[in-house]
């Protein structure tokens, strides 16, 4: 009898539903859901900022395309914002664009003020909480004629601006992101020459960093100064990666592999816990300084996590590769989807700042056909899952990007977008991927099989 219902149930098993398998994920009560967007991405004519300038050099972006309208977010704040109440999220991350609140040096464009108070309050009129970044890639043209980051006044400049959008933008915003992935802006206008200010000098990269750094401490300051009546964090948003030797057996792959993740992910990241910017890469950039008051101005850390780096120097060539294994699944912009990394990058940073909220503020992918962006989202919602019960301490997980927009040096071709832009026309349709994002978000958990 025992045996002939063991092959009645195995023959029933086909039949249930595969929710009948289903492990729910659940997330920490009161976890923040967020989407992502830059300014000079999204809202459009960004005349006065270095990248408009900077997409006028032939074949500085792919196929010599311009930003121009963008996603023409500036004149789409309240249809956008219905999208993100369409997603059930309680947070925005999005970025306030300096060249257009001061266009030129001393002269501040009431308009624009206006403009970003007003997105804030319609955001808020919705339920959804702003995440303010300060610095997402672009800077003044006023302020690049001056030097960039070199110009010796440039951490004061960066107070004054700071200030006025704390005072007159956004008083009471809690979270605050000082500089979005700082070693992705210095190495790619410094040592790579590939964005602004399009130069190849590792030594004015380490003197920006400071600058950068410098500038982080006055912003910091005056954000705490001011507001007295809310609880304010502030950091930065760090870029992370996972570096790997191509070559298991090769002690060469291994010692590189280690001194990038030593330099790119941790050195920056560690300097405001430690007040010394220890920056070293061998034939390329050394940087061992104090920065006065910067130890303890890190209140949260920031990460945005996409992929990882298979690290391999070749002989042959005399050169640094990065590869992605033939076998290994990719995004448009053919990245390795690593969701493992992810979790690794979670825990080492748990590792290093036991004390530390976390707050992801980007991880995305460029998906054109939406093909791949719901088992994405489950495969790093769940490595993410899989560290906060492990003890990671994230509290918000922000999804890149609420539309699709204009990606920097890929121009528009990149789709990371929720919501699938027709720029002929700028409208906005929800991917499949929105809707599922939208019932994670809105359940607080996720179903795996």
């Known amino acids: 009898m025992k045996f002939l219902f063991l092959i009645l149930f195995s023959l029933l098993i086909p039949a249930l539903p595969n929710s009948a398998f289903a492990k729910v994920l659940t997330f920490p009560a009161n976890f923040k859901w967020c989407v992502a967007t830059a300014a000079h991405q999204i809202e459009g004519d960004n005349i006065n900022s270095d990248w408009w300038a900077f997409e006028k050099n032939p074949g500085a972006i792919k196929n010599n395309e311009k930003s121009g309208k963008a996603s023409d977010h500036w004149n789409r704040v309240e249809e956008d914002t219905l999208l993100m109440k369409d997603l059930n999220v309680k947070s925005y991350r999005f970025s306030i664009e300096w060249a257009k609140i001061e266009p030129l040096e001393g002269q501040w464009n009431q308009a624009a003020i206006e403009h970003y108070k007003n997105e804030i309050k319609t955001l808020r009129a919705q339920g959804i909480e702003p995440m303010i970044t300060l610095h997402h890639f672009t800077l003044p043209t006023w302020v690049v004629a001056k030097g960039s980051w ?64 410098q500038a982080h401490v006055q912003s910091y300051n005056l954000i705490h100064t001011q507001n007295k009546k809310t609880m304010v964090r502030v950091g930065f948003a760090h870029h992370l990666r996972v570096f790997e030797p191509t070559q298991w057996f090769n002690p060469v792959d291994w010692l590189l592999a280690s001194q990038l993740d030593k330099a790119w992910n941790w050195a920056f990241a560690t300097a405001p816990e430690t007040g010394r910017l220890q920056l070293y890469v061998p034939f390329l950039i050394s940087v061992d300084q104090d920065i006065e008051g910067l130890k303890g ?55 290093r700042f036991p004390s530390k909220d976390i707050l992801v503020t980007e991880n995305g992918i460029a998906d ?82």
């Not at 700082?182 to 964005?195: D, E, L, T």
């Not at 791949?372 to 492990?390: D, W």
């Not at 994230?394 to 890929?410: I, P």
């Open 297 to 351: 101005t890190q209140d949260f850390f920031g990460v945005n996590y996409y992929t990882r780096d298979h690290i391999h120097f070749s002989l042959t060539k005399f050169e640094l590769e990065r590869s992605v294994p033939a076998e290994a699944q990719v995004n448009d912009l053919k990245w390795e989807i690593y969701p493992e990394g992810f979790y690794l990058i979670l825990k080492e940073i748990s590792k």
């Open 150 to 213: 070199e110009w010796t006044e440039f951490p004061k400049a960066f107070k004054k601006y700071t200030e006025k959008v704390v005072t007159e933008i956004a008083p009471d915003v809690q979270d605050w992101i000082t500089f979005n992935e700082p070693m992705v802006v210095i190495f790619g206008g410094y040592i790579a020459g590939v964005m602004p200010p399009r130069r190849n000098d590792s030594k004015a990269a380490g003197r920006a960093l400071t600058a950068m750094l």
């Open 368 to 449: 054109h056909r939406d093909a791949f962006r719901k088992v994405f989202l489950t495969s790093h919602l769940s490595a993410m899952h899989r560290a906060i019960t492990e003890g990671a301490r994230v509290q918000a997980y922000c999804h890149w990007s609420l539309l699709d927009n204009f990606e920097w040096n890929e121009g528009f071709a990149p789709r990371f977008g929720l919501y699938e832009v027709n720029y002929t026309n700028q409208k906005r349709t929800p991917r499949g991927s929105a809707l599922y994002f939208s019932e994670v978000a809105k359940k607080n958990s996720l179903e795996v099989e």
